[in-house]
């Protein structure tokens, strides 16, 4: 077949992750070199504005008109592109066409979503013809859920390099989390709450930390969750996490797709950490019961109309560049094996994570997926970072996206 005319197309560019990401790229790479790659979206206007925003460097950057909803034209954007980076979201409302589009092609596509119910639809879809085609869908490539996803990877690769076996617990502990959220992030996750009141079967899906595993693929030992403040002898008191619900799926998917490469008794759960003694256990009380308040609140329709007009920011709106820079999040996660088998491992970033470190981690995973065409090149199906990726997405978020990986052993 004819090579086709970009290594990568970044979808959406013009929405607010899609911009920061596309700014990364420039960069990076610039224009008209090793890299080949464009910007597309619906709006030629929008996308005319942002190549002059992005500066000088980007007078040439290729652009591509093409409506998330018209699927003649993702097929044509599908055809011109190895890789189609998508940052179109809530993706459970807009995201299906471009998915069906890229495994009709054998594209290969990469997302940000943290919707678990969508991506759970999109395996069950489209998982069969995504492998006759050779299209290697990989979703969920930023804050959620890349640190845990590679996090784990690492860390149980260290065990078996170590110990000879991988550790059959892990707690992943938010450390530090220091950003804030955009206008699209809140519309996904409000999404997300309308779906699960408008079905039961998915409401009982979302409670299964095994949602985006085959039936065949997991022994399913019972998994730990922290829905309430708990006291952890490592983090002091920790409370739940609002991200636990995607993260923890996508690593079991990693367990399943790497044929139990944890173990079949793997068990793994998140949690954010409130620090030790009284005030530990005030703080994990209070962000508790502020995350139950809120998913209460957005699924009455007055208080989240109340919430989406006087606090929520809209799409489109975000953090600042300056709150972004700012930004900055850590993660610690705790293996512990048989015997004296024990292991900590810090993964941090340098950005506000859902934005300014999202947007770097992102691109970079977008141009691993590119560039991966030599040997351990993955087959045609629906993937996850760690399986799709793994050590070299690790090595490019190291050298160029300003993550870090650093175990605690002393």
């Known amino acids: 077949m004819p090579r086709p005319a970009y290594d990568l197309v970044l979808h959406g560019a013009t929405s607010f992750v899609g911009r920061i990401v596309a700014e990364h790229l420039i960069e990076r790479h610039g224009v008209g070199g090793e890299l080949r790659w464009a910007i597309s979206g619906r709006s030629p206007e929008r996308l005319q504005a942002l190549r002059v925003q992005l500066g000088p460097s980007a007078a040439k950057l290729p652009v591509i008109v093409s409506d998330a909803a018209d699927p003649a034209a993702l097929q044509a954007l599908c055809a011109r592109t190895r890789v189609v980076a ?94 804030g959220f955009s206008g699209g992030t809140i519309a996904s996750l409000l999404n997300v709450v309308d779906e699960a009141r408008r079905d039961p079967e998915l409401r009982r899906a979302l409670t299964d930390p095994y949602a985006l595993c085959l039936p065949s693929q997991a022994k399913r030992p019972k998994q730990p969750e922290v829905r309430l403040p708990e006291h952890d002898p490592a983090a002091g008191w920790v409370a739940p996490f609002v991200m636990a619900g995607i993260n923890t799926r996508v690593v079991h998917r990693s367990n399943a797709l790497g044929g139990m490469a944890y173990g079949r008794d793997f068990r793994y759960d998140e949690a954010v950490s409130c620090g030790p003694g009284v005030l530990g256990r005030a703080r994990a009380t209070a962000m508790a019961g502020a995350l139950g308040a809120g998913l209460v609140a957005g699924a009455l329709p007055p208080l989240r109309a109340v919430l989406q007009r006087f606090v929520l920011p809209a799409p489109g709106e975000g953090p600042s560049p300056e709150q972004q820079r700012l930004g900055h999040w850590e993660l610690r996660f705790f293996g512990e094996g048989a015997g004296d088998a024990r292991l900590a491992l810090k993964v941090s970033g340098d950005r506000d994570p859902g934005y300014g470190s999202t947007g770097k981690m992102f691109g970079e995973a977008a141009i691993a997926l590119a560039r991966d065409r030599g040997r351990g090149r993955r087959a045609g199906g629906f993937w996850t970072p760690a399986t799709a990726l793994g050590d070299r997405l690790v090595e490019r978020l190291v050298a160029n996206a300003g993550v870090r990986f650093e175990f605690l052993d002393g």
Request: glycine content about 10%; charged content about 20%.
């Open 86 to 179: 998508s940052t179109v979201g809530p993706y459970a409302l807009f995201g299906d066409p471009l998915v069906a589009a890229c495994v009709a092609s054998g594209t290969d596509y990469c997302d940000l979503t943290g919707e678990v119910q969508w991506v759970r639809r999109m395996i069950a879809r489209h998982q069969s013809a995504a492998e006759q085609s050779g299209a290697r869908i990989v979703n969920c490539c930023g804050f959620d859920s890349l640190p845990s996803d590679l996090g784990v990877h690492v860390l149980q690769r260290e065990a078996k390099a170590r110990f000879g076996a991988p550790f059959e617990r892990v707690r992943a502990r938010v450390w530090k989390l220091r950003g």
